[in-house]
Structure formats: C-alpha cells, structure tokens
C-alpha cells in the first residue's frame, strides 16, 4: 500500500562504481544495508545588506550548492567491500581455494568515484535522489566489548538530483552476515593487547573540493590528499607494559584492529605497521579501576609501503 509520509524502513540505497567523475551509470548497481544517512544537497541562503533601500530586510541570495555527509553502515562480511573499494581503490584479491578470497586494500591509492541513490520507494509519489561524482572521504569505528559494529563513512559528492523512479530495478544485492563486537580483538606487536577496554579508529582520505565558478554552483571534482589514520585505545593501568614501554622509547608500535566469526573463516583486519603513542598521566578519579585512553596516531612504513591495510577474508570473489 502506498504511503504519504516517509519512512526509514523503506528506504533503500544503491550504488555503484563511476567510469567518468559525475557521469551516471546506467545499471551495474549494488544495493546496500545501511543504518542512517545524513547524505544530501543543500544550498544555503547568503545575505548582503544594501543602504537606502528602507529599514525592512532585502531578498537573499542562493550560495553555491555542497552534496555531503554521512552514511553508517554495517560492518558486515560481504557488503562492507564495496565501501572499502570506494575508500582506498580495488584491492589486490587472491583466491584461498576453498571458496574463500582475500581482498587487501591499502592506503594511499587513486579512488574511484560513486553515484549513490536513496529512495523512497513507498511513497505514493516515489522519489529517488541520486548523487554523482561522490568519493568517500573518512571511515571511523568504535570498538567495545559488546554490541554491533558499525561504522560510519564521510561522502563528498558533486550534486544531488532528484528522480520519479530508480535508476536500476535489478540491483544486485549481498546476503548480509554481520561482524559482531563480541569477536573484536585489538593486538600490538602481534599479540593481544591487555586489560584492553575500548577501542576507536578513524581513517581520512582528507579529500579536497576543486570549487571551481560555474554556473551550475556544482564543483569540478574531489582531490585526494594526505591520508590519515588515528584513533585511541583504553587501558586499565596493570603490570602490561606493551605501550608504555613502547612511548619511554619513543618508538612506534604495530597495532591491528580486527573481527572474525567464530567457526568461519570470515574476518576483517586493519593493520597499522607504525602507531605512535603519547604518553599519558595516570590519574585516579576513585576507589574503581585506574584507566587511561591513549590517541595514537599512524605514519607510513618505509618497510612496509602502507599507512593502513585492510584485509576482509569471505565468499565475494571480487569487487
């Protein structure tokens, strides 16, 4: 039955993957499970007062148009490629040859671009908006001991326009299958890192609008610049010196976030070679635990040749 107001639980989202910056696809879509969005084009209004036009306020003027925001998605086994395509570039896939494949993603890379739509397909009178030209700026996460894991990604796209039907009927689609916060590990050095209570990474491809003047108000592109990796991790202060020990050196750690599905062989990991750690005071705020957060902040490894690798391990055979 047809609806007259819209609904979260109806809406769906499709993408796909751009051949030329800001030029629609015409099919080839993915539809994608998603949690919220604040995706969308808004164009705000300027004002520039002039004299000797009375005391009663002038019309305004319309500012240049900007198509951005936030998607949070599933960290799930299968979909959750895509979006990792979108934020570093096509991953190196190698086939396990038991129906599983590697994909390894790296930072650092060219990305490629997206069109996304988001439909109100229930609706009476339907509407689909669709963004072209849209890159995928930040991936961030939290890490705790129970819960879902999800994730939230940072889109910058060119500009949005709006459709009285989808712009593909057949989307392909992934059978969901969830990470879970209950399997997360955080390791440093490759081990388990103790009396770890809570955990964030956040990676920025630190994307850049080329604003050039048109008339359309639209921009030219997104650039990509100095890729970035931060987060923290919470400790509770114990006898482990795996960090502080590492910090009176001055030295970097490797540390790596990840998730698997028990009895499978699906998991996801974002390992970071070279991590520096702050040091940080010891304080006690009662008769609880004594717990510390320290920011990290990632660097490139000479060695290694990466900021940050993903590697998610399931039955895609390629993205």
Same mark, same amino acid.
């Given at each position: 039955m047809a609806k007259t107001r819209a609904y979260g639980a109806? +809406?769906?989202?499709l993408a796909a993957f751009e051949t030329v910056y800001g030029t629609l696809p015409a099919d080839g879509y993915g539809r994608l499970s998603f949690k919220d969005s604040s995706l969308g084009a808004e164009r705000p209004l300027g004002y520039d007062p002039l004299l000797g036009q009375g005391r009663? &306020?002038?019309d305004p003027f319309y500012e240049a148009i900007k198509d951005e925001g936030d998607i949070g998605v599933p960290l799930d086994v299968r979909a959750l490629g895509f979006w990792l395509k979108g934020l570093f570039g096509a991953p190196a896939t190698a086939d396990n040859?038991?129906?599983?494949f590697d994909h390894v993603f790296t930072s650092g890379?060219?990305?490629?671009?997206?069109? @996304?739509?988001i439909g109100h397909a229930q609706l009476a009178v339907p509407k689909f908006f669709r963004h072209g030209g849209a890159k995928l700026d930040k991936l961030s996460?939290?890490? &705790?001991?129970?819960? =879902? &894991?999800n994730a939230s990604i940072g889109v910058i796209a060119q500009g949005e326009t709006e459709a009285a039907t989808t712009i593909d009927p057949t989307p392909a689609t992934f059978a969901l299958k969830r990470f879970s916060q209950g399997s997360g590990t955080i390791r440093v050095g490759g081990g388990q890192l103790a009396n770890v209570v809570g955990g964030k990474l956040s990676f920025?491809?630190?994307l850049e609008r080329v604003e050039t003047i048109r008339a359309?108000?639209?921009i030219d592109g997104v650039d990509e610049t100095e890729a970035t990796a931060e987060g923290s991790v919470d400790i509770r202060f114990g006898t482990d010196t795996t960090l502080t020990a590492a910090i009176a050196a001055e030295s970097p750690v490797e540390m790596e976030y990840g998730f698997t599905i028990p009895g499978?062989?699906? =998991?996801?990991?974002?390992?970071? *070679?070279?991590?520096? +750690? *702050? %040091? %940080?005071?010891?304080? @006690? %705020?009662? *008769?609880g635990g004594i717990q510390a957060s320290y920011d990290w902040r990632a660097a490139r490894d000479p060695v290694a040749g990466y900021l940050l690798r993903v590697t998610l391990v399931n039955d895609v055979a390629g993205y």
């Open positions: 109806d +809406c769906i989202l009663d &306020a002038q040859g038991d129906g599983t890379g060219t990305l490629p671009s997206l069109t @996304i739509e996460f939290d890490m &705790a001991r129970s819960g =879902a &894991a920025s491809n630190n359309d108000g639209l499978s062989p699906f =998991a996801l990991t974002f390992h970071l *070679p070279r991590v520096f +750690c *702050p %040091k %940080k005071k010891q304080e @006690i %705020k009662g *008769p």
